[in-house]
């Protein structure tokens, strides 16, 4: 065989055993013989680039380049639905169907998928666009991003149609967002409010390896072309299917309206137990000839309706607001409420977001307020019952002006919406949290002090700030409740370690609004001390990658403060590494950015520590535990039986050892 023909054939494998895995979910062959088989594509790819697709199954991985998306106009105008809460109004909408017809039809009812739609475009059975919806007229191309969507067939199967469009759903699954929830959690970052808005964050991110990484779903509902299979909506998309289309099974046909109504109330709590988020159900006349004599209104076809669900809600008490004082220095109003039971849980307090919600559903204390859960994790407030307030209303709330715990006053930067306490050096919360910041893992990685400790050590007075820690002795240590000698030694061992912490990470560790891991790097990266990242002006800073003007003000601020430099200085006096070694420049490289890597089993040519490190010097992040977030799975002999199980049930993929280095750029293997 040529290796052109050897490329073909692996390519045509792994797009039938992609759609086994992905679509079907019936894989034919185990996981390693897919990834040696992509793996020996690869290698083969990077050998012979002359044969290069940009549909190649190898595409899937994804890739760092960071571009701006193009705008490109839909075909046919990206439509949505007319949308009901009522069955009455789905009455009205199958009588005035059944009427402007005047003669049979069926219903195709499906059920509404809650994520972000998207328009792909196939010519000759490969897929050469996907857009998002953008305002109906045209959007943004994303085809890089939603190439790593496995569900999505980058080139077809069957008797496929030589060029049409198919939209459907992006989706992230129930578990990847709370996975993803959580750990954003861990790091302070903004929640995604729910799965629709997780999707289309993803979707429109920068770096297609981060879209791969986080496990997107996605299902198709309208085929749209000049000549289709069929003159059925239904029989069209089970015709796609054949292509290797992942059409949800759920759909039904239905001939009279109490059919629709059964289909509806099934659902409506049947939908709970989907590991997708769905928010309603979409009925759509069969017949593509009917559909035609039915038509558009100016928004919408008028041969479809949505049918919504109603949000779980229920009405209690507001009885007052209190108020969070983040790391950064955020807060955050919480309304404080009489339990009530929602979707199976008590729930007593709710998000109340930022000021102008609170302005927005002008509150008062004692009001009979809605929370509602929906698809969001945490509950919020949707409304207010302003009938059941009488004569008595309770006194307004007013978004606090200073700081609960310090009583600075309150600052709002222009174009947020959050208030922050801008006492960074002495608010209580901001220095514990800074502290706790510190010390964790992807930081200092100073082991064996916990967010409690930390807590006593404040509160005695022991440390008022970072530099503190290094001043600790043994004795103090040991004096604290469940320490022993022990341990007090280990964590002394791990403050000493952390002075050979590289200075990316120390950047990280600082705690610099807006200065997250991948910042801290690039701003390793460009400056090779903290002097010059100190006296770097807004047109340097600006000028890195990746840097825009809200961080390089940030950093600006964070320097001009002089309890900051003081701080530093001490720092740098105790010996942590402020500036760029050699070791630390060679070798860095973004290949694995975006993606979190669990390392498992035992290895032949670096050890499990060198692994870790190789990992970080890429960009990529190790994780501890398998969980839906894994992108990948490093694997040595004796992998557990445990953790093989959860990762096939997760569809991660497992890389061996050779896998994993080919990856890397050369010199550094
Ligand atoms: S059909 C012209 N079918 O709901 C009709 N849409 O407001 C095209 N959606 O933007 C849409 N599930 O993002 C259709 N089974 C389904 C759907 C569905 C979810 C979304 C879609 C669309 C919005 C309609």
Same mark, same amino acid.
């Given at each position: 065989m040529t290796p052109k023909e050897q490329i073909e054939r692996l390519r045509a494998q792994l797009h039938r055993h992609n759609h086994n895995y992905y679509v079907l979910n019936a894989p034919e062959i185990s996981d390693q013989a897919f990834d040696e088989m992509m793996h020996e594509l690869q290698t083969l790819e990077a050998a012979y680039p002359q044969y290069d697709d940009p549909n190649s199954p190898t595409a899937r991985v994804g890739s760092d380049l960071n571009k701006e998306f193009t705008q490109v106009a839909h075909r046919y105008p990206m439509l949505s639905l007319g949308n009901t809460y009522s069955e009455g109004e789905v009455s009205e909408w199958y009588e005035r169907t059944r009427r402007a017809l005047g003669e049979d039809f069926e219903v195709c009812a499906e059920l509404k998928y809650d994520g972000t739609s998207i328009s792909l475009t196939y010519e000759q059975g490969k897929l050469v666009r996907a857009v998002t919806r953008g305002d109906g007229e045209k959007g943004d191309d994303v085809t890089d991003n939603v190439k790593t969507i496995r569900a999505i067939p980058l080139v077809l199967r069957g008797d496929y149609l030589p060029e049409f469009e198919i939209r459907g759903e992006i989706l992230m699954p129930w578990e990847v967002f709370e996975a993803l929830n959580r750990e954003r959690e861990a790091r302070e970052e903004p929640l995604f409010a729910n799965p629709? $808005?997780?999707?289309s964050g993803t979707l429109k991110q920068q770096n297609s390896a981060i879209v791969a990484s986080r496990h997107l779903d996605a299902y198709l509902y309208y085929l749209l072309g000049e000549t289709l299979p069929s003159d059925g909506h239904y029989e069209n998309l089970q015709t796609a299917q054949t292509w290797g289309f992942k059409i949800s099974d759920r759909m039904k046909k239905c001939t009279t309206l109490a059919e629709i109504f059964e289909y509806i109330a099934y659902w409506d709590t049947e939908r709970k137990n989907l590991p997708v988020a769905t928010d309603g159900i979409v009925l759509k006349v069969n017949s593509l000839r009917q559909q035609q004599q039915l038509g558009f209104t100016a928004k919408s076809p008028r041969w479809a309706i949505a049918y919504k669900f109603q949000a779980e809600r229920a009405l209690t008490r507001l009885n007052r607001v209190t108020y969070q004082v983040g790391?950064?220095?955020?807060?955050?109003?919480?309304? $404080? &409420?009489?339990?009530v039971q929602l979707s199976g849980t008590v729930v007593k307090r709710a998000s109340l977001h930022n000021a102008d919600i609170i302005e927005g559903l002008d509150l008062h204390i004692g009001d009979s307020v809605y929370v509602e859960k929906g698809g969001e994790i945490i509950p919020k407030i949707t409304g207010v019952d302003v009938e059941a307030r009488g004569m008595l209303m309770g006194e307004k709330v007013r978004f606090i002006t200073h700081c609960p715990e310090c009583g600075s006053k309150l600052i709002r930067y222009e174009g947020e919406a959050a208030h922050y306490c801008p006492n960074e050096t002495a608010c209580p919360p901001q220095i514990k949290g800074k502290m706790e910041h510190f010390i964790s893992r992807r930081a200092m990685n100073i082991d064996g002090l916990g967010p409690e400790t930390i807590d006593l050590f404040y509160q005695q007075g022991l440390i008022k700030n970072v530099a503190d820690l290094y001043t600790l002795s043994a004795d103090q240590i040991e004096r604290l409740e469940r320490m022993g000698k022990k341990s007090a030694e280990n964590i002394l061992q791990s403050i000493r370690a952390s002075l050979d912490v590289p200075f990316e990470r120390v950047l990280f560790a600082l705690g610099i609004r807006f200065v997250g891991e991948t910042v801290a790097k690039k &701003?390793?990266?460009?400056?090779?001390?903290?002097?010059? &990242?100190?006296?770097?002006?807004?047109?340097? &800073?600006?000028?890195v990658d990746e840097i825009g003007t809200k961080i390089a003000q940030s950093i600006r601020a964070y320097f001009a403060n002089p309890q900051n430099s003081a701080l530093v200085e001490r720092l740098r006096q105790i010996g942590l590494q402020f500036r760029r070694t050699e070791a630390d420049r060679s070798g860095y490289t973004d290949t694995l950015a975006g993606q979190t890597i669990v390392i498992s089993g035992v290895f032949m040519q670096h050890s499990r520590d060198q692994y870790k490190a190789l990992i970080e010097q890429h960009g990529g992040k190790n994780a501890g535990s398998i969980s839906a977030k894994t992108s990948f799975i490093l694997a040595g002999d004796n992998m557990g039986p445990a953790k093989l199980e959860k990762a096939r049930k997760l569809g991660i993929r497992i890389l061996d050892e050779e896998q994993f280095l080919a990856m890397l750029p050369r010199q550094t293997e």
């Open positions: 629709r $808005n997780a999707a790391r950064t220095g955020a807060v955050t109003p919480v309304a $404080n &409420l009489d339990p &701003l390793a990266k460009a400056f090779s001390d903290i002097d010059q &990242l100190a006296s770097a002006d807004m047109d340097t &800073l600006t000028a």
